[in-house]
């Protein structure tokens, strides 16, 4: 969603939380976009960030993320080019899943991989799964907090009721489905949109 003008005042990566092979993370975040496109600004302009593309694994690196970039450098190619995917934003939107009652695994190894690069920026927490993902949201709300980012206060939690649990399984998130959750959870959503945007474009402002 860029700006219709031209004019990129503020950036949000939206994040896809899911790295497996069979995933519907990415229809999921396409849902979470298009409702939000929906209150579009010439202000803003969002892109998407799927973590899997990046490759990392678990955290190999000789320095730890506080140092860098003031008293280290990142040794990898697949850490300096998150560190840099991730710097180059104003704000966030995660987009996670709820794996055994947490966070999955592929996301807080991204997470833990950085610091400086998103510490005090704005980021909006979405989770999905068969409670909603409430346990991954309050999860990520603690450890996003706890490395200084501005957590939204509002977090939606989309849950997959009975009739859309198979397809979540193959990866597909159904038409049906899409128009249940933007009638039970659109509101929502635009909610922490608004938090989000608005706490972006005041951190761009001063």
């Not at 320095?63 to 280290?72: D, G, R, S």
């Not at 409430?134 to 997959?160: D, Q, W, Y």
């Amino acid at each position: 969603m860029a700006a219709s003008n031209g004019l990129k005042t503020a950036r949000i990566g939206i994040l896809i939380g899911s790295t497996r092979r069979v995933r519907v993370g990415p229809s999921v975040t396409q849902f979470v976009e298009n409702t939000i496109a929906t209150r579009s600004a010439d202000s803003i302009e969002t892109s998407t960030v799927d973590i899997s593309k990046f490759g990392l694994p678990v955290f190999d690196e000789a320095v730890i993320p506080a140092q860098v970039p003031a008293q280290a450098q990142f040794a990898h190619e697949h850490s300096k080019a998150w560190n840099a995917e991730i710097e180059k934003y104003d704000g966030y939107i995660i987009v996670s899943p709820e794996y055994n009652f947490g966070v999955p695994g592929g996301l807080k190894n991204a997470i833990d991989y950085l610091y400086h690069a998103w510490t005090g920026k704005p980021v909006l927490v979405i989770t999905y799964g068969g409670s909603g993902g409430i346990h991954a949201s309050e999860a990520l709300k603690t450890i996003l907090g706890g490395m200084k980012l501005n957590v939204c206060e509002t977090r939606p939690t989309l849950k997959f009721g009975a009739e859309i649990m198979p397809a979540m399984g193959q990866g597909v998130l159904t038409d049906t489905a899409r128009e249940m959750w933007k009638k039970e959870y659109g509101d929502v959503i635009l909610k922490g949109w608004g938090e989000l945007r608005q706490a972006v474009l005041e951190s761009k402002q001063n």
